[in-house]
């Protein structure tokens, strides 16, 4: 079954204690992100990287680090996870570049969510 | 620069009312994708539908409709005889062309149908 798939699911911790949330998924799809949604402000691009090895800020990236070593893999880093940083995160992934046919259609490629990471820092 | 506009908060209905969750959005790109999205209570994220730019047509499915208006930049969600498994928030969302792989939402409007 195609998927993306995160752990944990659910996560509390303290203050400064580096954790890694875990995302990955099956469809050798080469681009990937994670998002994070917060009440009132929808979801937000954190990171997000084209393939193996590329990976670039979104648009709130402070206090998050990622890494791309698989194609497959894409885990979120909080090195040192402040309260602020409580909230739902998501990873995504799709194919990338998307194709253009010759006949200058475009098709959009569909981005695949994982089923959501719930993070508390007391 | 895009961004997608959710003015209802929460909207409250009784079971089998008619109710339409209100989308506008932004861009200056001619070639985009609208979306819509539901996320009930479990907390993951169910794809509802996709639009793109160039296709105004009105689409059904089931009890959902949705109705898309370039000229006034909204794709609007339209749910009738709600039940209350309707009960979720519900996000509409922009991609543009340039940049597929990146969604921009709405801040999300919580539905609840009681019985």
């Known amino acids: 079954e195609a998927q993306v798939t995160q752990n944990p699911r659910y996560l509390i911790t303290v203050t400064g204690k580096k954790l890694t949330v875990t995302c990955s998924q099956n469809?050798?799809?080469?681009?990937m992100s994670w998002y994070r949604q917060d009440p009132g402000l929808g979801l937000r691009q954190i990171y997000y990287?084209?393939?193996?090895?590329?990976?670039d800020k979104g648009d709130v990236p402070e206090g998050y680090k990622v890494s791309r070593k698989e194609k497959r893999n894409f885990p979120l880093i909080l090195e040192s996870p402040s309260p602020n940083q409580t909230s739902l995160y998501f990873c995504?992934?799709?194919?990338?570049?998307?194709?253009?046919?010759?006949?200058?259609?475009?098709?959009?490629?569909?981005?695949?969510f994982g089923p959501g990471t719930r993070l508390t820092v007391l | 620069a895009q961004k997608v506009t959710q003015a209802q908060t929460e909207i409250s209905v009784v079971e089998k009312e008619d109710v339409t969750l209100d989308c506008v959005y932004e861009?200056?790109?001619?070639?985009?994708?609208l979306f819509w999205y539901k996320q009930p209570p479990s907390g993951e994220l169910v794809f509802l539908i996709r639009?793109?730019?160039?296709?105004?047509q009105n689409e059904i499915s089931g009890r959902y409709s949705w109705n898309f208006q370039k000229s006034t930049s909204s794709f609007n969600f339209t749910i009738t005889a709600s039940q209350v498994v309707d009960s979720a928030v519900y996000f509409c969302?922009?991609?543009?062309?340039?940049?597929?792989?990146?969604?921009?939402f709405g801040t999300g409007t919580r539905l609840q149908v009681f019985p």
């Open positions: 990287s084209m393939n193996v090895e590329v990976t």
């Open positions: 639009r793109n730019s160039f296709d105004e």
């Open positions: 861009t200056r790109d001619t070639t985009y994708y």
């Open positions: 995504a992934s799709s194919l990338s570049p998307p194709p253009t046919f010759s006949d200058g259609t475009y098709r959009y490629n569909e981005q695949f």
């Open positions: 469809m050798n799809h080469e681009y």
């Open positions: 969302a922009l991609g543009v062309w340039w940049n597929t792989d990146k969604l921009i």
